[in-house]
């Protein structure tokens, strides 16, 4: 099974830079995905980790450790549109996706 | 391109009623999927499939079927709803026959279990 953390609400200031942790414990590692859910609305896919690192996205950049089990997603220049759910999710190694609960970011102006 | 499609995006049952949530994408994908999305506790996988005739159980799946018949549909039926069965649901898709890749999701659909 997998247990995935991830905090439950942060709030930043527009213009302002935010990190929201994951941490999972999984019994098979095969890729980390952040998904962006705005409020009312599906969620829509923001980047995707299988090796250790950043990858950077524009304003979003997420990192990986994977003997760490430890994830990030970083935004940058915040903009009031960001404010959002979002959801880290980790797929194991027969290929199933389980997600956390999800972080609510609220940009403030 | 539609992408995925749901529907109904609201309904309303009664205890004991039965119902299907129907799903459908257009983008080939051998990857389908149902999820529900209570508060404070994420999307939890009810059922999934990596294609056409091939069904399996995600971490929920009690009260709930599911069949594909073809590619493009993944229709999720509730037997026998009950209030616990309040949620919003959603199906998503993705290329690739191991199992997801990048979801591609539908717009949800609401249910409300009297």
């Known amino acids: 099974g997998q247990n995935i953390d991830q905090p439950t609400e942060m709030t930043a200031t527009e213009g302002a830079i935010v990190q929201i942790n994951c941490t999972y414990q999984t019994s098979g590692f095969n890729g980390l995905f952040w998904y962006q859910q705005h409020a009312g609305e599906a969620p829509t896919f923001l980047s995707y980790?299988?090796?250790?690192g950043l990858e950077e996205k524009g304003r979003f950049s997420s990192f990986l450790s994977r003997s760490k089990g430890y994830s990030y997603l970083l935004l940058k220049e915040l903009q009031m549109k960001d404010s959002a759910s979002y959801l880290c999710?980790?797929?194991?190694?027969?290929?199933?996706?389980?997600f956390g609960a999800g972080t609510t970011v609220t940009v403030r102006a | 391109n539609a992408g995925v499609t749901q529907t109904p995006k609201f309904q309303v049952l009664k205890t004991g009623q039965s119902m299907t949530l129907q799903c459908a994408q257009d983008?080939?994908?051998?990857?389908m999927s149902w999820y529900r999305q209570d508060p404070g506790m994420g999307l939890r996988l009810i059922h999934y499939?990596?294609?056409?005739?091939?069904?399996d159980q995600g971490e929920v799946p009690n009260g709930y079927n599911v069949s594909r018949s073809t590619t493009e549909d993944f229709p999720l039926r509730l037997l026998s709803a009950a209030p616990s069965q309040t949620s919003v649901y959603f199906c998503a898709s993705s290329s690739g026959e191991s199992g997801a890749n990048v979801l591609t999701f539908g717009a949800g659909s609401r249910l409300t279990v009297l």
């Open positions: 980790n299988v090796l250790d």
């Open positions: 999710a980790v797929r194991d190694s027969d290929y199933k996706l389980s």
């Open positions: 499939s990596v294609g056409a005739g091939i069904t």
């Open positions: 983008m080939n994908h051998e990857y």
